[in-house]
């Protein structure tokens, strides 16, 4: 069996199991309304055309959404044994880690795309400039999947769920916040502290940039994180 046809079996598996169980609805939910409340709270009364606001937050709901999301994906697998069933069937690590991959990619843009509503509303009421938002989608959904590539490393490394949310929470958060620290960093380390923040190169998309700088860091950034979960996974058989 190819790796595409595993981690499309896995993928088919993992996205059912999320809308089977109360998971998918209460990660939109929550992020729906969270992201609604921000943008909205204070919308309304200055009458600004924008989705600032809300690109502003929605990386910030999304660094604990997500580790919510991935804390099980291998974890709980681990577990329950049922990591050992799988790896029965013709299925490699790479099709496992890819197809639970993308399942959690999945499901975050499920839970973006209602927020379309808010980018009609805004457009609504005044005249927007689409293409900055179009980028930071775009934007987001690329910070999503390294922060969902890092859940999974982190669920890989242990088969408690509260211990790989922490661990996927504080080196997420690390990654984020960097960008916010660039003035207290010594002068020499600047310029790599700040390519290695995934908030600078969000920020960039955010503005409407589009640098293939920053679609190659966030590609390097999971492929890397992917890899380590594939090797990580493969700790079972040492």
Same mark, same amino acid.
């Given at each position: 069996?190819?790796?595409?046809?595993? /981690? $499309?079996?896995?993928?088919?598996?993992?996205? /059912?199991?999320?809308?089977?169980?109360?998971?998918?609805?209460?990660? &939109?939910?929550?992020?729906?309304?969270?992201?609604? %409340?921000?943008?909205?709270?204070?919308?309304?009364?200055?009458?600004?055309?924008?989705?600032?606001?809300?690109?502003?937050? =929605? @990386? %910030?709901?999304?660094?604990? *959404?997500?580790?919510?999301?991935?804390? +099980?994906?291998?974890?709980?697998?681990?577990?329950?044994?049922? &990591?050992?069933?799988?790896?029965?069937? @013709?299925?490699?690590?790479?099709?496992?880690? =890819?197809?639970?991959?993308?399942?959690? %990619? =999945?499901?975050?843009?499920?839970?973006?795309?209602?927020?379309?509503? #808010? %980018?009609?509303?805004?457009?609504?009421? $005044?005249?927007?400039?689409? $293409?900055?938002?179009?980028?930071?989608?775009?934007?987001?959904?690329?910070?999503?999947?390294?922060?969902?590539?890092? $859940?999974?490393? =982190?669920?890989?490394?242990?088969?408690?769920?509260?211990?790989?949310? *922490?661990?996927?929470?504080?080196?997420?958060?690390?990654?984020?916040?960097?960008?916010?620290?660039?003035?207290?960093?010594? @002068?020499?380390?600047?310029?790599?502290?700040?390519?290695?923040?995934?908030?600078?190169? #969000?920020?960039?998309?955010? +503005?409407?940039?589009?640098?293939? +700088?920053?679609? *190659?860091?966030?590609?390097?950034?999971?492929? *890397?994180?992917?890899? /380590?979960?594939?090797?990580?996974?493969? +700790?079972?058989?040492?």
């Amino acid at each position: 069996m190819k790796v595409l046809d595993m /981690a $499309g079996v896995v993928f088919r598996k993992e996205l /059912a199991s999320f809308f089977n169980s109360a998971v998918a609805y209460i990660i &939109i939910v929550v992020f729906l309304g969270l992201t609604g %409340w921000f943008t909205f709270s204070t919308f309304f009364i200055n009458k600004i055309a924008t989705l600032e606001k809300f690109f502003s937050v =929605a @990386p %910030w709901i999304l660094l604990f *959404i997500v580790p919510a999301i991935t804390m +099980r994906q291998l974890s709980e697998e681990r577990k329950s044994g049922t &990591i050992e069933l799988l790896v029965t069937k @013709p299925v490699s690590d790479w099709g496992i880690v =890819a197809g639970k991959f993308l399942a959690s %990619w =999945a499901l975050i843009l499920i839970a973006l795309v209602p927020t379309f509503l #808010y %980018w009609l509303t805004a457009g609504a009421l $005044g005249d927007m400039d689409n $293409g900055p938002v179009l980028t930071a989608y775009f934007g987001l959904l690329l910070m999503s999947g390294v922060n969902i590539a890092v $859940g999974l490393l =982190a669920s890989s490394f242990t088969k408690n769920q509260v211990v790989a949310f *922490i661990i996927a929470l504080i080196i997420n958060l690390l990654l984020f916040m960097m960008g916010y620290f660039l003035l207290f960093m010594p @002068p020499v380390i600047v310029s790599t502290m700040e390519f290695i923040a995934t908030s600078y190169h #969000y920020s960039n998309m955010s +503005r409407g940039v589009i640098d293939s +700088r920053d679609i *190659i860091y966030f590609a390097s950034i999971g492929g *890397i994180a992917l890899y /380590a979960s594939v090797l990580s996974l493969g +700790r079972r058989k040492w």
